[in-house]
């Protein structure tokens, strides 16, 4: 069956602008989960959404990042005035939750942003 | 601040012998800790995990070891293959979603 996507594919984009990032989620999932991955780096908890509610939006940088999942499907994570510094590849995971718990994330290929 | 130490960064090993990864981790409250492979381009996948109730887990080539008094876990890949030429990373988490991942170690197995 499909994966999580993720589009674009990649971004390129010019410091200060406003950029959107999509991800697709496993049908059925309930949970969705952004990261963020700078070159070298393991992946960087964002923001992690159950159903249509974000659950938990303590790893977000800071008020430039917002991300909403208003159905409980599709969920956008938007990041106003752009930075250099916001330039890495934005992940997207999503699960479902199992009777134990132990919720199995399947990652999507992520959206590569470079803010220029 | 990272919660999870992973070394080394980078490996290379010859077709047929053995790679470890090892990861080591302060926060008490982590209780699954799993593995995630990633090839370029591509999203982490889970690779295999365990819970600290249990000191080893075996999927094939691949063999988790856990000592929860050292705070230290590490992956084997037994055998390996040019095809496990990848990053890895590993991960713990004290909730059901909330991965706190290593800096990754990057294999190339040599044919």
């Known amino acids: 069956g499909a994966g999580v996507s993720q589009t674009p594919s990649n971004k390129v984009t010019e410091k200060g602008k406003y950029v959107e990032l999509r991800c697709d989620p496993i049908?059925?999932?309930?949970?969705l989960y952004w990261y963020r991955q700078s070159l070298g780096q393991g992946p960087e908890f964002l923001i992690y959404?159950?159903?249509?509610?974000?659950?938990?939006d303590s790893g977000l940088p800071n008020d430039r990042f917002f991300a909403v999942r208003p159905e409980g499907s599709v969920s956008t994570l938007k990041i106003q005035r752009t930075e250099r510094g916001d330039s890495a590849v934005y992940l997207c995971?999503?699960?479902?939750?199992?009777?134990?718990?132990?919720?199995?994330?399947?990652f999507g290929p992520g959206t590569r942003l470079l803010v220029l | 601040q990272q919660q999870v130490k992973q070394s080394p960064q980078s490996l290379i090993v010859q077709k047929g012998g053995i790679s470890i990864i090892n990861c080591a981790y302060e926060?008490?409250?982590?209780?699954?800790f799993p593995w995630y492979q990633q090839f370029p381009g591509k999203g982490p996948a889970l690779l295999i995990a365990?819970?600290?109730?249990?000191s080893e887990k075996k999927e094939g080539r691949f063999t988790i070891s856990f000592n929860k008094s050292a705070k230290q876990f590490s992956l084997h890949i037994m055998d390996s293959q040019p095809g496990d030429s990848a990053t890895y990373f590993c991960?713990?988490?004290?909730?059901?979603?909330?991965?706190?991942f290593g800096a990754g170690t990057t294999v190339t197995v040599r044919a």
């Open positions: 926060n008490t409250a982590f209780d699954y």
């Open positions: 365990i819970r600290p109730d249990v």
């Open positions: 991960a713990a988490t004290s909730r059901d979603y909330k991965l706190s």
């Open positions: 959404f159950q159903g249509t509610g974000a659950a938990d």
């Open positions: 995971a999503s699960s479902e939750l199992g009777t134990s718990g132990r919720a199995r994330q399947y």
């Open positions: 049908s059925g999932h309930t949970a």
